[in-house]
């Protein structure tokens, strides 16, 4: 668990950098991340699996929302995600956290659903990657669409927010978001640095207001 | 070495190599306008979590948690299964009709609308009342042990604030200790579209009662006793929001449990 690990020196000139999500927040991520391994028996595994589904519904929600900036999509892509997941408990490599998995699998879901748009949209098959990009340059919807995310990080174009949550927010290492949104390492390190400096440019601009 | 901005920013994030640390801590000791420069980046991080933590505190729908509560589990120990499982997602019809049929199993395990009731045909038909949320909420929540609550008791100050905040009338935790309940946590809810909190009290043999609560202009001015499904539930109102005390049927103290917590809202 790289992310979690705080390898920075002390520097006590300098307020602490980062992680200070609200505590109700980091007691709902740490009790996502199951202590003991799902029962083998089939009915007993998908009923763990469940509860701890539910309760990780936020986060998913939120995830989901950052891919698709909209609360019907990403409802309906959370639905879907968490049904699959059901559906494949057995293929779940408990070696990885549960959260970690639903996260592969819902943006999986959402690339596979970008890429059938693009094609219903007569733009042909074209790369994940592409699919995103193409997708966040539709400045019009985008721009109906973003309301939906909250606060400043509206202001984020559709390839950086998703980035910036789980490195920021999630505490993901650069290494696992380069896995889970495939990406290379550099890219992650560009996108979470891009995203930090349109939010803080948006901050001066409104004045310090986050709001 | 120049420090770049994409530099700060992985070292807020504890990625840089060791060569780059000691650079950029080496910077940061020397040049005011680099802090500066940290600073604001760190102000943008703390912003875009408190926008986004701001998401996962919205409530979840209940047809979300019950369409997973009641997914279809039967093929997961068939490698047959697995077959009927197509790698690209369903498109969007099969997925509407793959949450139809979810919510169907909802109302049938565990709205139970449709069973044992002799006015069950006419019993859909009406307008859900909070109540019915409630009682559904309660059968997925209440099955929940290592997720019973969202907010642990621990954070009290913080569920009443933010509960409030939530809901828009005082919220506060009622101590019901003298009642044999210890409170656990608390949960937000939606039900008839409006958010609902969620205060969660277990009794010395771990059944788990409920004390919700909704904000209204038309509060109830006496207590009333009902039953949805497994559920007893005893409801009230104060100046500006109702209350309901939901557990198990026939546990029998739920009304003296309304009246304590009535007493203290």
Not at chain 2, 202 to 217: F, K, M, N, R, Y
């Amino acid at each position: 668990m790289h992310a979690l690990i705080d390898h920075r020196p002390e520097h006590t000139r300098l307020p602490e950098p980062r992680r200070c999500i609200a505590p109700r927040l980091q007691a709902v991520t740490s009790a996502d991340r199951p202590e003991r391994p799902y029962g083998q028996d089939g009915m007993a595994l998908s009923a763990e699996l469940k509860q701890d589904l539910i309760a990780m519904l936020p986060r998913l929600r939120r995830f989901a929302r950052s891919l698709t900036r909209s609360v019907p999509e990403a409802d309906d892509l959370v639905q879907e995600a968490c049904l699959r997941a059901i559906a494949r408990a057995d293929q779940w490599d408990r070696s990885q956290p549960l959260d970690r998995w639903m996260f592969r699998i819902t943006r999986n879901l959402w690339i596979s659903e970008l890429r059938k748009q693009q094609v219903r949209m007569g733009e042909g098959q074209v790369a994940a990657e592409e699919t995103h990009e193409l997708r966040t340059l539709e400045t019009g919807e985008a721009q109906v669409v973003a309301s939906q995310l909250r606060g400043l990080i509206a202001a984020l174009p559709g390839d950086l927010a998703p980035v910036l949550l789980a490195v920021s927010v999630e505490g993901f290492s650069y290494a696992e978001a380069a896995d889970l949104f495939e990406i290379p390492i550099g890219t992650v390190m560009s996108r979470v640095h891009r995203a930090r400096k349109i939010l803080a440019a948006n901050i001066a601009a409104t004045g310090g207001d986050s709001r | 070495m120049s420090v770049t901005d994409e530099m700060l920013s992985a070292y807020l994030d504890g990625e840089l190599s060791e060569v780059d640390l000691r650079a950029v801590e080496a910077a940061l000791e020397d040049q005011p306008e680099l802090r500066d420069r940290l600073a604001a980046l760190m102000a943008a991080d703390a912003a875009a979590q408190e926008s986004f933590a701001a998401i996962v505190a919205e409530p979840v729908p209940l047809a979300l948690a019950a369409a997973i509560q009641n997914a279809p589990v039967a093929d997961l120990a068939s490698p047959a299964g697995h077959a009927n499982l197509p790698n690209a997602p369903r498109r969007p019809a099969q997925l509407l009709a793959a949450a139809v049929a979810a919510l169907a199993l909802s109302v049938g395990s565990i709205g139970g609308y449709l069973t044992g009731r002799e006015d069950g045909g006419a019993r859909v038909a009406e307008a859900r009342n909070w109540l019915d949320d409630i009682a559904d909420y309660h059968a997925v929540y209440a099955a929940q042990v290592r997720h019973l609550v969202e907010v642990p008791a621990d954070e009290a100050d913080h569920i009443e604030t933010w509960l409030t905040a939530t809901l828009g009338v005082g919220v506060v935790i009622p101590d019901l200790a003298g009642d044999g309940l210890e409170f656990q946590g608390a949960r937000l809810l939606v039900a008839a579209g409006r958010p609902v909190a969620q205060l969660i009290y277990t009794d010395t043999a771990g059944g788990v009662v409920a004390l919700c609560q909704i904000s209204t202009e038309t509060p109830q001015d006496s207590f009333e006793t009902r039953q949805i499904n497994d559920f007893d539930l005893v409801s009230f109102g104060n100046a500006a929001a109702n209350f309901v005390v939901v557990g198990d049927a026939g546990r029998g103290d739920l009304s003296a449990i309304a009246e304590s917590a009535a007493s203290q809202v």
